[in-house]
């Protein structure tokens, strides 16, 4: 235990001497976000600093081991590092899918020289991954996809189309389902990495409710990968698939706001809001609801570290999380007024209470809908029959 003090004591010294004060003001917009990657522009130098002092130390992902660019923490330091960075207002020092979705798919499927490429460059954000899983025929029903690769001895030749694909236009390489084998529905799909920059991928972006175009048509015409850019076995891609899939609804389902510091009670600023007694009403159960879902987070994360997480836990955090940030979004604006719903001035900094309680809408469709979730949370926790 006194190992633990230490090592906290240790962390809190590194994060305030290192920690520049602008990385610990909350993210504002998707500008303060560091993705990283070949082609990202710096929003200031603190932003830069942070991530790369990050980067030295392992911290931006601080449990994957040393030799893949981590900081080899164990579960329990983890959780200090995690705890410290939230107690001063520590941004994240790189967002990236790389860290949330390929990297913990390429620790279990990768080869050894998969981990130390492509772990490395993830770690100290040189590349910026998308994920390429869904087509226009096939979302929920994401088996089916249809983007073919053709065998050519040493190399593959992809054709295709997917969609919806997040930050296609701004990402350096993809991880991509491809069909290997059309006559094997589950067992004839390969997990693939390839450049975005490689002759034959072109993007699209499509525009959202919100105004914003975070993501992309992507097509494939005639794309060559090579055979050693693919992950786990031949086939047998969507075992792969779907351990990525558990790691990416745990991700989206923090938007539920296990970490977030300020009760939304507390962040709500309108006098007005807090006379109208059922809004105040509303405001507090919010408050109860998100600290019960930190409580089931926090339990969850301790259950999986130990081997006991049931597969279907991401599925049921998944729905919790993103139905109450949607929950957190309509209070928001309840308790903003009509002001709340100005899309532009400065005043409402370019609108964004609105623009980011339509993007919520989307949190209970990305990573598979809310309707999906409980199908699975039904079958495979409830046991219940035909879902
Ligand atoms: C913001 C955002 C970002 C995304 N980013 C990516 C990305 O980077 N890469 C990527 O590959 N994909 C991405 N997606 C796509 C996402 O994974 C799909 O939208 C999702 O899986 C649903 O598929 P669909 O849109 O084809 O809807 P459909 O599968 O066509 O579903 C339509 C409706 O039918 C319901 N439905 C379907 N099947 C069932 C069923 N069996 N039981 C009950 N109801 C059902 C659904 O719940 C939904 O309401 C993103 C989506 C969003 C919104």
Redesign the pocket.
């Known amino acids: 235990m006194s190992d633990l003090k230490n090592f906290r004591e240790e962390i809190r010294d590194w994060l305030e001497s290192n920690c520049p004060p602008e990385m610990r003001q909350p993210v504002k917009d998707e500008d303060d976000v560091c993705w990283g990657g070949r082609n990202f522009q710096f929003k200031s130098e603190a932003q830069k600093t942070w991530m790369e002092r990050c980067a030295a130390k392992g911290y931006t992902v601080p449990d994957w081991p040393n030799a893949y660019g981590g900081a080899g923490m164990s579960a329990a330091e983890a959780k200090i590092w995690r705890e410290e960075c939230a107690r001063i207002g520590a941004r994240p020092p790189l967002s990236s899918?790389g860290i949330w979705m390929l990297g913990p798919a390429l620790l279990k499927f990768g080869t050894e020289e998969q981990k130390i490429h492509y772990l490395g460059q993830i770690a100290r954000g040189e590349i910026r991954w998308?994920?390429?899983?869904?087509?226009?025929?096939?979302?929920?029903?994401?088996v089916s996809l249809q983007t073919f690769g053709e065998d050519k001895g040493d190399h593959w030749v992809v054709n295709g189309q997917?969609?919806?694909?997040?930050?296609?236009d701004k990402a350096d390489w993809i991880f991509c389902?491809v069909r290997t084998d059309k006559t094997n529905k589950y067992q004839g799909i390969s997990f693939l990495l390839f450049d975005m920059a490689s002759p034959g991928v072109s993007t699209k972006p499509i525009l959202?409710i919100s105004g914003n175009s975070?993501?992309c048509e992507t097509f494939f015409d005639n794309v060559t990968v090579p055979k050693e850019q693919i992950v786990g076995e031949l086939n047998r891609g969507w075992d792969v698939a779907k351990y990525l899939l558990g790691h990416e609804r745990e991700m989206i389902s923090s938007t539920g706001g296990g970490d977030r510091a300020a009760s939304l009670g507390s962040a709500v600023s309108r006098a007005a809001a807090l006379e109208d007694p059922v809004l105040r009403a509303e405001l507090a159960l919010f408050d109860v609801d998100a600290l019960a879902f930190t409580a089931m987070s926090e339990k969850f994360m301790d259950e999986v570290k130990v081997g006991k997480g049931h597969p279907a836990q991401p599925n049921m955090m998944k729905y919790a999380g993103t139905e109450l940030n949607k929950r957190r979004l309509e209070l928001v604006m309840a308790a903003g007024g009509s002001a709340a719903l100005e899309w532009e001035s400065e005043a409402s900094n370019g609108g964004s209470s609105a623009r980011n309680w339509l993007?919520t809408k989307?949190?209970s469709?990305?990573?598979?809908?809310?309707?999906?979730m409980?199908?699975v949370v039904a079958k495979r926790i409830l046991d219940l029959p035909g879902?």
Not at 130 to 142: K, R, T
Not at 365 to 372: A, D, F, H, L
């Open positions: 899918f998308c994920q390429g899983y869904s087509e226009p025929g096939s979302g929920s029903d994401l997917k969609i919806w694909t997040s930050y296609a389902l959202l975070p993501f993007r989307a949190n469709i990305e990573g598979g809908t809310s309707e999906v409980l199908n879902a």
